[in-house]
T-cell receptor, first 114, second 117 residues
Framework: DSGVTQTPKHLITATGQRVTLRCSPR?????VYWYQQSLDQGLQFLIQYYNGEERAKGNILERFSAQQFPDLHSELNLSSLELGDSALYFC?????????????FGQGTRLTVV | AQKVTQAQTEISVVEKEDVTLDCVYETRDTTYYLFWYKQPPSGELVFLIRRNSFDEQNEISGRYSWNFQKSTSSFNFTITASQVVDSAVYFC??????????????FGKGTKLSVIP
């Protein structure tokens, strides 16, 4: 158990809808990272938050947004969903701001858009 | 632009054999980080190692070892005396700072390792 909790584990929704994925980082970790893993695109980094502020941005679509709350949990919001958004979404956390530390991953949320 | 190539899509070995997973990267930056991750059949990602571009020292951790060679832009991963529990998809990743504290992270497509008992 990495200590990172993601909910829900599975989500099925229709095209055009909006969903929210939640991530609770390990106790004491200030950084949260979001990743997408799909058959087409492989693994992609979406975005990083550190202590409530956006720290780094990757290949995140404009239809997607994220935030990190004062209690350090994070949410990834996906809107106007398309079939191609079906993927496994991972959250990871680490204590530091930069990438040169180990990050711990949650079990992922599998999103299916039908 | 950054690129990570894991040319081996799938590898099968018999238990106790040694196996090397290749990772070749491309970047024009002189400061970067390289990572290896493991994704077992259960699906979660597990961090294995991080190496920065200024540290070419090879590393050994139990049955795992990593060979970082800047001259060939490679960061290969060797498992000695493989075990069934090593069966997983292994990803190599490159991180480059793209300015103003931002980072660009590029993953390879992964190598699926099957260790046969």
């Amino acid at each position: 158990d990495s200590g990172v909790t993601q909910t829900p584990k599975h989500l099925i929704t229709a095209t055009g809808q909006r969903v929210t994925l939640r991530c609770s980082p390990r106790s004491g970790d200030l950084s949260v990272y979001w990743y997408q893993q799909s058959l087409d695109q492989g693994l992609q980094f979406l975005i990083q938050y550190y202590n409530g502020e956006e720290r780094a941005k990757g290949n995140i679509l404009e239809r997607f947004s994220a935030q990190q709350f004062p209690d350090l949990h994070s949410e990834l919001n996906l809107s106007s969903l398309e079939l191609g958004d079906s993927a496994l979404y991972f959250c990871a956390s680490s204590p530091a701001k930069s990438w040169n530390t180990e990050a711990f991953f949650g079990q992922g949320t599998r999103l299916t858009v039908v | 632009a950054q690129k990570v190539t894991q040319a081996q899509t799938e590898i099968s070995v018999v238990e106790k054999e040694d196996v090397t997973l290749d990772c070749v990267y491309e970047t024009r930056d002189t400061t970067y980080y390289l990572f290896w991750y493991k994704q077992p059949p259960s699906g979660e990602l597990v961090f294995l190692i991080r190496r920065n571009s200024f540290d070419e020292q090879n590393e050994i951790s139990g049955r795992y070892s990593w060979n970082f060679q800047k001259s060939t832009s490679s960061f290969n991963f060797t498992i000695t005396a493989s075990q069934v529990v090593d069966s997983a998809v292994y990803f190599c990743a490159l991180i480059v700072e793209s300015g103003a504290g931002s980072y660009q992270l590029t993953f390879g497509k992964g190598t699926k390792l099957s260790v046969i008992p």
